[in-house]
């Protein structure tokens, strides 16, 4: 038998033992229930209880059970980098900005954006004191730098630097508004929106990918950084990188879906696209069925070896592993402690939109993007209003969507249909002081859409194709007082592990229309059930997890190749020796 037979062998060997004890466990706990008096608690069944949840869940959703049992905290990811990454430094490379100056009114603002990336990555970067690039946009960007464009973050606790990069409009249209979300963006999210691809647009992003590659050696200390490549604006960077710094770790998240391999061959560039890619040592989907999907694109468009049982893809002489790590959201959520209770973001939410009291808040907070099903939702709501005007004047949907990409034709497009729907619906179905759709279309602060959050009898997210979509996570990390209900699209990431909230299929305006009814008639007593299990979730598979577990695989590649480096050394005093090398060595990006 092989050795990869043996250790297969051996993992069914401890999952099987693993069930057993665990049936072990709960037919001893219902013993000891039904036998102990039932105002006398079992001593540690809590604990114990919690702890085999835990593991369960692990098991439904694919993850390392291992894993389930470690506290993941800022102390967790310093811990990993003291002690199994010593001295290394950690750069993030996003287009997003964690922090950006803008002038108004003749001074300097600062906007912290609510971003998915940004709230994933933030704690991360601080957790780390590491540095982060990214495209400084705002408009006083430049006024608040030092000589070498670096910035001390954040302003009222400075842990970590900001570089950021700047970009001429020609530059910035042709690489972000046009190949990445022109031509990826379209391509990456089934949503029936034709990717549009111009050389002149690749050119740019080839160019800016370029630029930024310039700047992740200029900021590294050393040969060995360990660089954080963020989503599709930097497809092309971690191959630059490695050219340049050939002793990185370069660990490259894909934030959004990855399509399958029919879906990704219209792209003309798809070779120098996955050619890019893999240049990283490893790649990160939020879901298995993105990197399966990832993998069989690699395997039909480049001469490479799939090695599927180690999750890796050997290519050029290189091997990059190719693994699914969830990203989530910040716990415990600091922003929480800023924050009223529920009680007075309800009436201050309620008296800024002129809510009355007794009617039922129903709430979407993202981009004005055409992946969430934003019109979707006003179709559910008609639909509700159709099959029950009982309902009309007793629940208000609340679309808080930030402006984003406003100069493109398919968002330009999209606004003006979600505002003609919504007048549409207010016409039909309003009366004097009440508008069953308020859509605000501009940019609100992170604590502003967390009270909201905590403000919202309903939280709809329901994206027509998403990699995670953390508005889920924000809105469960928010209850803390176990109230409110989820209605979640089965097409986001976040469908995987949520498994409490409601899931929908976006498509489907009657199976919608029936949830929201679910939602609008849910007991209190069966939403703190299902809100409790979904902020253990939250709690458990937190940001820092999500970083951690990359951290610990980037660890595992270093001590490897220094392993490489040891059996590298022996082969050549053996052959110099004229004696045969008894050592095979297997090679691994970004390790020599």
């Not at 006398?40 to 604990?47: F, L, N, R, T």
């Not at 990456?188 to 929106?193: K, S």
């Not at 799939?306 to 959201?329: F, K, M, N, W």
Request: hydrophobic fraction near 40%; include cysteine; charge should be negative.
């Amino acid at each position: 038998m092989t050795d990869q037979g043996i250790d297969l062998l051996w993992s069914l060997l401890l999952v099987s033992l693993l069930l057993s004890a665990l049936a072990v466990f709960f037919s001893i706990s219902r013993r000891h229930r039904n036998s102990a008096p039932a105002s006398v608690p079992v001593a540690g069944e809590d604990v114990a209880s919690e702890a085999a949840r835990k593991v369960l869940r692990e098991f439904e959703n694919g993850q390392s059970v291992d894993a389930a049992l470690v506290t993941w905290s800022p102390e967790t990811l310093r811990k990993i980098l003291h002690e199994d990454l010593p001295e290394a430094q950690v750069i993030v490379v996003s287009n997003r900005e964690p922090y950006i100056h803008n002038e108004k009114n003749g001074e300097v603002e600062l906007v912290v954006p609510a971003s998915g990336l940004v709230s994933a990555m933030e704690p991360i970067t601080r957790a780390c004191a590491g540095t982060w690039i990214a495209y400084g946009g705002g408009t006083a960007d430049r006024q608040v730098v030092d000589s070498d464009d670096r910035l001390q973050v954040p302003p009222d606790n400075p842990s970590y630097t900001l570089r950021r990069v700047w970009l001429s409009e020609e530059e910035y249209q042709g690489y972000y508004l046009g190949f990445a979300n022109e031509g990826l963006w379209p391509l990456c999210h089934i949503a029936f929106t034709r990717p549009i691809f111009r050389e002149s647009d690749w050119e740019a992003y080839e160019a800016v990918n370029r630029k930024f590659a310039d700047t992740v050696v200029a900021e590294a200390r050393n040969e060995r950084p360990i660089v954080l490549v963020q989503d599709y604006h930097f497809a092309l960077l971690p191959r630059m990188i490695r050219e340049r710094l050939p002793e990185a770790i370069v660990i490259t998240f894909w934030h959004i879906p990855w399509p399958n391999s029919e879906v990704y061959s219209i792209c003309p560039w798809r070779e120098r696209i996955l050619d890019g890619l893999l240049g990283s040592s490893i790649i990160g989907f939020h879901t298995q069925f993105h990197a399966n999907n990832f993998t069989e694109s690699v395997d039909r468009f480049l001469e490479s070896r799939i090695e599927r049982a180690d999750a890796a893809i050997s290519y050029g002489g290189q091997t990059t592993l190719v693994h699914a790590y969830p990203i989530s959201i910040e716990w415990p959520l600091q922003l929480l402690a800023k924050l009223s209770d529920v009680a007075e973001c309800r009436t201050r939410v309620r008296d800024r939109f002129g809510l009355s009291a007794d009617v039922k808040l129903c709430v979407g907070v993202e981009r004005l993007d055409y992946t969430k099903g934003i019109l979707d939702r006003f179709h559910a709501l008609e639909e509700l209003f159709t099959r029950h005007p009982d309902l009309i004047g007793k629940v208000v949907f609340l679309q808080i969507a930030a402006p984003s990409r406003g100069t493109l034709p398919a968002y330009r497009q999209l606004y003006d249909e979600c505002m003609r729907y919504a007048d549409d619906l207010n016409q039909r179905y309003g009366s004097d002081g009440y508008r069953p759709v308020v859509i605000v279309a501009e940019h609100h602060s992170q604590k502003a859409v967390y009270e909201i959050y905590r403000a919202a009898d309903i939280c709809m997210v329901t994206s027509l194709h998403d990699g995670m979509n953390l508005v889920a996570k924000e809105f469960v990390a928010a209850r803390d007082d176990e109230q409110g209900v989820l209605l979640l699209s089965t097409f986001a990431g976040a469908s995987r592990e949520l498994l409490e909230a409601l899931i929908v299929n976006p498509y489907d305006a009657a199976m919608m229309s029936g949830a929201l009814l679910q939602a609008l008639t849910m007991s209190a007593e069966e939403q703190r059930e299902r809100m409790r299990r979904m902020r253990e979730i939250v709690r458990d598979n937190n940001v820092y997890r999500w970083a951690g577990s990359m951290l610990l695989d980037a660890a595992r590649l270093r001590k490897r190749g220094e392993l490489d480096r040891v059996t590298a050394n022996a082969e050549r005093s053996a052959i110099a020796d004229n004696v045969v090398p008894i050592f095979e060595r297997r090679q691994v990006a970004g390790l020599r």
